[in-house]
C-alpha cells in the first residue's frame, strides 16, 4: 500500500486496517479531501517514503 501511496494521494476507506496501521506507524496521513462516496484521501508522509525505501533496499 505504501507503494501505491508513494505515486500520490489515494482514496481508502478509513475501516481499511491497513492504512490506520500506516497512520499509526506516521507512514500515512489524511488530506482533509473526502469523496461523494465517503472514502477519505490519503497520501504517504516522509517517514513513509523512507520506510519504503528501506524495505526496497535503496536505503543503504
Request: charged share 20%.
Amino acid at each position: 500500500m505504501l507503494t501505491l501511496l508513494s505515486r500520490g494521494p489515494r482514496f481508502y476507506s478509513v475501516s481499511l486496517g491497513e492504512i490506520l496501521r500506516l497512520q499509526k506507524r506516521g507512514y500515512a496521513v489524511l488530506t482533509g479531501v473526502t469523496s461523494a462516496a465517503g472514502s477519505r484521501e490519503w497520501e504517504i508522509t516522509d517517514a513513509g517514503r523512507l520506510a519504503l525505501m528501506s524495505h526496497e533496499g535503496g536505503g543503504t
